[in-house]
């Protein structure tokens, strides 16, 4: 099993450029999670997903989308980057027998200039 | 909102110094409560949990972890630190019934060999 894999695992965007950050996981969990990490701020969640075809906004989730649309998957979009969201992003799993239990993925390195 | 608040930002500690990290959280109802940690260069791992019944919880790599309830609190310990322990550490809270985890904003450990 690989886990929970993120893609790409870096990136420099200029202002008002748009990507979309891919987590894939294989361990048929039901619960996908999006998180941001800053120094001194902890992990944030931006939106989660309890199941394929829904998401749902976490902590801070202005500026991102989300969309499920294969359980195993789950995409983070920047519509239109600022530097503001220059972060490291990880994304998180978990299943429905153990919710608790978050499997995180190796995380993202994104500077926006 | 609820909040999880970690005091300490950075520790540095000799080899076999005991530990203790603080993780206090505001939420007047049933929580689940987490540490995780994050060697670095990895992504976060879970290091021990709570739900219910024994307030005081043992995790891998002989950290354990106290649930006090009247100070709203889940402090993490170990009795003696190893070099290999050296990382950042982070509490988090789930309220029951929901999806949402809400982390602290991290302890960075430095063990001195």
């Known amino acids: 099993n690989a886990g929970v894999t993120q893609t790409p695992k870096f990136r420099v965007l200029k202002t008002g450029q748009s990507m979309t950050l891919l987590c894939a996981q294989d361990m048929n969990h039901e619960y996908m999670y999006w998180y941001r990490q800053d120094p001194g701020m902890g992990l944030r969640l931006i939106h989660y997903s309890v199941g394929e075809g829904t998401t749902a906004k976490g902590e801070v989730p202005d500026g991102y989308n989300v969309s499920r649309l294969k359980k195993q998957n789950f995409l983070l979009g920047l519509e239109s980057a600022a530097p503001s969201q220059t972060s490291v992003y990880f994304c998180?799993?978990?299943?429905?027998?153990?919710?608790?239990?978050?499997?995180f993925g190796p995380g993202t390195r994104l500077t926006v200039t | 909102a609820q909040s999880v608040s970690q005091h300490n930002h950075h520790v540095i500690l000799s080899e076999a110094a005991s530990l203790e990290l603080g993780c206090n959280y505001s939420y007047g109802g049933t929580v689940n409560l987490f540490w995780y940690v994050q060697y670095p260069g990895q992504h976060l791992q879970l290091l021990l949990k709570y739900f219910s019944g024994d307030p005081l919880v043992k995790g891998i790599k002989g950290f354990e972890a106290e649930f006090i309830k009247s100070k709203f609190s889940f402090n993490l310990r170990k009795p003696s630190v190893q070099w290999s322990d050296t990382a950042e550490y982070f509490c988090?809270?789930?309220?029951?019934?929901?999806?949402?985890?809400?982390f602290g904003t991290g302890t960075r450990l430095k063990v001195l060999a």
């Open positions: 988090a809270v789930k309220t029951s019934g929901t999806y949402k985890y809400i």
């Open positions: 998180a799993s978990s299943s429905r027998d153990r919710p608790y239990e978050q499997y």
